[in-house]
C-alpha cells in the first residue's frame, strides 16, 4: 500500500504540514524517531510566547496538544519509527521509498523531510558527566539554581 504523503519528523513543522496536507484530505503518515510527538518541545520548560493560539504551558503540554490534533485530524502517527534512507521507488518521477530502522520500508507519492534539529554538545572532557551540575541546556529552565553563580 502506497501512502500520499509520509512526513518525517513529528516537531511543530511536521505536524503542521500534516494537519495542512489532511485538511487537503490526503493519506498522511507521521514518522518519527521519539517516543511521542514534538521533538525538540519535550526540551522547553518554560511557555513558548512565540508559538500563536497556545495560551498556557510549556513544551510538553504543547506536544500534546499536537499530539491530540493528530489523532482528532485522523492522521497516521508512528513513533519510534527511525527512518534511515529516501530512494526512488521505480521510475523516475514515480513514488519515493522511505526505509525505516525497524520495519519494512514506506512507499509514498510524496514524503516531508521534518527532522529539525538536536542539541549539539561540545564533546569537551567531563562535559555529560558534570550535565545537570553546571553544564546546562536550558538557561531558562536553570536559572534559578544557576543565578549568581561564577
Given amino acids: 500500500m502506497s501512502r500520499e504523503l509520509v512526513v518525517v519528523g513529528s516537531g511543530p ?29 519535550h526540551a522547553v520548560h518554560f511557555h513558548p510566547l512565540a508559538v500563536p493560539g497556545f495560551e498556557l504551558g510549556d513544551g510538553p503540554a504543547l506536544a500534546a496538544a499536537y499530539a491530540r490534533q493528530l489523532e482528532a485530524a485522523g492522521v497516521t502517527l508512528r513513533c519510534d519509527s527511525t527512518a534511515v534512507s529516501l530512494h526512488p521507488a521505480g521510475e523516475p518521477g514515480g ?6 530502522l525497524a520495519g519494512e520500508p514506506i512507499v509514498a ?29 536550558s538557561a531558562t529552565r536553570d536559572h534559578a539554581r544557576l543565578a549568581g553563580q561564577p
Fill in 13 to 41: 513543522a511536521g505536524i503542521s504540514a500534516a494537519l495542512w496536507a489532511r485538511s487537503l484530505e490526503l493519506d498522511v503518515l507521521v514518522l518519527d524517531a521519539g517516543p511521542a510527538p514534538g521533538g525538540q518541545l
Fill in 95 to 100: 513514488l519515493a521509498e522511505v526505509g525505516v
Fill in 109 to 137: 507519492q510524496a514524503v516531508l523531510v521534518a527532522t529539525g534539529v538536536r542539541r549539539r554538545r561540545l564533546g569537551v572532557p567531563g562535559e555529560r558527566e558534570l550535565e545537570g551540575r553546571g553544564v546546562s541546556f
